[in-house]
């Protein structure tokens, strides 16, 4: 742009010396300089250049003032955008594109509260800003947290019967799904319907996901099915979604038969969709069916990763079978994935938890000597075990080793106080005690050292 600068000023010179002596022609010849401006991101010229046309008291066309807000709100500008709609919002040719380019600059800025009051000043003044316009506004309020803003903008556009599309019409089911006013988000896809406007993929995606999270299975169910018989073609999105749902509802073998009809009907999963199926088998500890997956998901060619191996000792834990859990473990090692707190954490706390403190402990130190700091999740998990099953010595030489390293936790401090009381350690009892309230840290009445003690 510095070679051409010299040679545009030339030119822009002579286009003021013309505009003073009302030559025709100069306005749109300087509208050019502005919009070359524009394009070569030299945005202090095009704003010199500019100043100096409202000065003498000539207007650039719409599109150009547009352009102008728009760059500004794409630098992040948002003083120099709203001083040029400021000089052209009283004028009567100030219409939809500058007012649209200066709530897109509003929105850009996260400023979605002042791009909410223009739209509505803009509305209350005869401007039609068409559904991108609201789409975009009623997105920006939703990912804000204004969601009443967010659903008087709705309430607004269907009162004034504004033409609204498809992609309109999901942006207010998606914004009121993710405000939880899931009743809202089911009466805007019967206005949707009533309007004669056909709903899409994602319609009836973030539909299942209404009705699956206000827990009517039936209803998401219905919202599939209805798809499917629409002639929309479905996606893995859409199979996973309802997939989803029927995990959290327990209906497993209702979740792995369309699984299997998502790939009958030629949708091969993906790594996500592996995952979801891999973590509801793991939860509830069906090895079998966790392995099977395991192994299609290698043959589709999904490698195994941090979390899949998180899953899969989840999975040995739940069913019992701590050696494999163990082997997952090094195998991770081989496979150049270093395992975290997380993966020792759940091996350590299945052994803690069913009284194999022995087996606790030399995780715990296979943990420290990989060079890996433990976590409260850790600490936790040993200090349960040990309190759970009696071992009061065993507990307090363990407290005392990470008192000064562990951050103050209300589980663990009340931990210590039970079992030094139970060793008739009142002064070491009440030191901790006296800690946890200096940090407004409550105490915990309810433990019982050997709760899960066999009595003969």
């Known amino acids: 742009m510095a070679s051409t600068t010299p040679l545009l000023w030339g030119i822009y010179l002579g286009c003021i010396w013309n505009l003073l002596l009302e030559t025709a022609g100069s306005m749109s010849v300087l509208t050019q300089l502005i919009s070359n401006f524009l394009k070569e991101g030299d945005l202090s010229n095009m704003k010199a250049l500019n100043d100096q046309v409202v000065r003498l008291g000539c207007s650039v066309d719409d599109a150009t003032i547009a352009s102008i807000i728009g760059i500004y709100g794409k630098e992040q500008k948002l003083k120099q955008a709203q001083d040029v709609f400021t000089a052209v919002a009283d004028s009567p040719t100030c219409g939809k594109l500058i007012y649209n380019s200066m709530i897109d600059a509003y929105i850009k800025c996260g400023k979605s509260e002042a791009a909410y009051s223009l739209y509505k000043e803009a509305f209350k003044k005869g401007h039609d800003l068409g559904a991108i316009a609201i789409s975009k506004v009623v997105y920006s309020l939703t990912t804000s947290g204004k969601h009443q803003e967010a659903k008087e903008m709705i309430h607004l556009s269907f009162q004034d019967n504004l033409e609204l599309d498809t992609v309109a019409y999901n942006t207010f089911i998606k914004a009121m799904l993710e405000a939880g006013k899931l009743n809202f988000a089911t009466s805007i896809y019967e206005h949707m319907l009533s309007k004669g406007v056909s709903p899409s993929i994602q319609t009836y995606n973030t539909l299942i996901s209404v009705y699956g999270r206000g827990r009517k299975l039936d209803k998401a169910v219905e919202m599939f099915n209805l798809a499917h018989s629409s002639g929309v073609t479905l996606d893995e999105k859409a199979y996973m979604n309802l997939i989803c749902y029927y995990g959290k509802a327990g209906k497993r073998d209702e979740a792995f038969s369309l699984f299997i009809r998502m790939q009958e009907e030629g949708i091969n999963p993906g790594m996500v969709s592996y995952k979801i199926m891999i973590n509801m088998y793991a939860s509830e500890g069906l090895c079998d069916k966790f392995e099977k997956l395991i192994e299609a998901m290698q043959r589709d060619g999904c490698s195994l990763d941090n979390s899949t191996y998180l899953s899969l000792i989840r999975a040995y834990t739940k069913c019992l079978k701590y050696a494999e859990a163990e082997q997952t473990i090094s195998c991770m090692r081989r496979m150049g994935i270093p395992p975290t707190c997380a993966h020792f954490n759940l091996l350590l706390y299945a052994f803690a938890n069913v009284g194999m403190m022995s087996e606790a402990e030399r995780v ?93």
Do not use: W
């Open 364 to 456: 715990y130190k296979e943990l420290i000597t990989t060079g890996i700091s433990p976590d409260l999740a850790c600490y936790r998990a040993m200090l349960r075990g040990y309190i759970d099953y009696g071992l009061v010595e065993e507990g307090i030489n363990f407290f005392e080793q990470i008192q000064d390293t562990a951050e103050p936790d209300k589980y663990i401090m009340s931990a210590a106080v039970h079992i030094y009381k139970y060793a008739g350690k009142e002064p070491e009892a009440s030191s901790v005690q006296d800690s946890m309230n200096n940090f407004g840290i409550p105490f915990l009445e309810n433990l019982k050292v050997g709760a899960k003690m066999k009595i003969p």
